[in-house]
Every structure is written in C-alpha cells, then in structure tokens.
Antibody, heavy 115, light 107 residues
C-alpha cells in the first residue's frame, strides 16, 4: 500500500533553514506528481508546492515563492522541501501527498519557527 | 489568483439531518473541484474529486455537485463519525487553493 513518511521538521529560529524529506513506497514514485501542503496550528489547509514526475514542472504558493524549493530524487523515491528565510508564519504541519490531488498523504512533520 | 470561499464556516446538525456545504470560486474552474474531510487530529481524507466523483471507499451519503463557480457538498444523513472540518480545493491550475473550511458537529 502507499506509504508516505515525512521527516526533517523541528524548531528553527526566524531566518533559519530546514530541509524536509518525504520517503515514498508502495507505488511507482517516478510516475507521479508530488505535492507539499501545510497546516498551521488550529488553521486550515494551505497548498504549498508541487513538482511533476520528471521535475520539469514546478509551482509554488505566493507565500513561499523565492524562499522554498521543492525537489525530488526518483532513484531514492524521495521528495524534498528546502525551506529558507523561515518566518513565524511558516509554523505548521507539513504534509507530502501523492499526485496533484490526494488521496494519499503522509502523517506530516511539524515545523516550528520561533526564537 | 482564484480565491475559494466556503459557507457556512461552521454548522451544527442532528444525526440523520441532511447537511449542505457550499464552495464558491472567484472565477470559473469547470469541474476541477475536490472535497476533503479532516476529522479532529487526523490527516485530511479525499472524499470527492471532479466536483461529483466519489473517491473509492467513501460512503454514499456523501455527494458533490456543481460546476463553474458554485459547488456543494451534501451529506444526506449526518452520522456521528462525520464530525469534521470539510475543505474544498480547486485544481484546474496552480495554485491549488483550498477553501477556508466548514466545521461540522453534532447538535
């Protein structure tokens, strides 16, 4: 079955950087778009970014454009999100999802940006 | 960018009631609209895509309709396990914006 496991979250100071990973299994990773979605504590869902199967198509939400970079390694069945210049408002659970549109999501990794 | 709104923001209904949630896009998105359910403390679950297609395994009491700018999610007979926040999401083009959510609980 599809399994997505995020890692790399933690506490970071404003202006700092963090790299999230999403390890995928149970499907042919290289065939699928992959997406990052986040949810601030007690708030709604926010679409962050997606990348096409081969990496040629990438989109970002305006709120992270220029600060976050999505990437993937199809040989390692892994998706990444490099987050730079982090702000307090980036505090959230970050989920990776298979495809452009669910249904498979990981359990998420919590990123806390605080001094 | 296209904005998504939902109404109401919250509702309370009795078990067995018919519940309707509305989602509106600021511009037409044909039928590129999905609905998610997020139970408290859980990961969101895809209920419906293409505005009206039920995801495999989702109970038939859930249904979706609409096209263009106006969409609805209907729960035909509310059950206790349906207590959750429901989100719409447009996916015709990036950014794949979510609506702000509608919180449903039992009266």
């Amino acid at each position: 079955q599809v399994q997505l496991v995020e890692s790399g979250g933690g506490l970071v100071k404003p202006g700092g950087s963090l790299r999230l990973s999403c390890a995928a299994s149970g499907f042919t990773f290289s065939d699928y778009y992959m997406t990052w979605i986040r949810q601030a504590p007690g708030k709604g869902l926010e679409w962050v970014s997606y990348m096409s199967s081969g990496g040629s198509t990438i989109y970002y939400a305006d709120s992270v454009k220029g600060r976050f970079t999505i990437s993937r390694d199809n040989a390692k069945n892994s998706l990444y999100l490099q987050m730079n210049s982090l702000r307090a408002e980036d505090t959230a659970i970050y989920y990776c999802a298979k495809g452009q549109l669910g249904p498979d999501w990981g359990q998420g990794t919590l990123v806390t940006v605080s001094s | 960018d296209i904005q998504m709104t939902q109404s109401p923001s919250s509702l309370s209904a009795s078990v067995g009631d018919r519940v309707t949630i509305t989602c509106r896009a600021s511009q037409g998105i044909t039928n590129y609209l999905a609905w998610y359910q997020q139970r408290p403390g859980k990961v969101p679950k895809l209920l419906i895509y293409s505005a009206s297609t039920l995801q495999s395994g989702v109970p038939s009491r859930f249904s979706g309709s609409g096209s263009g700018t106006d969409f609805t999610l209907t729960i035909s007979s509310l059950q206790p396990e349906d207590v959750a926040t429901y989100y719409c999401q447009k996916y015709n083009s990036a950014p794949f914006t979510f609506g702000p959510g509608t919180k449903v609980d039992i009266k």
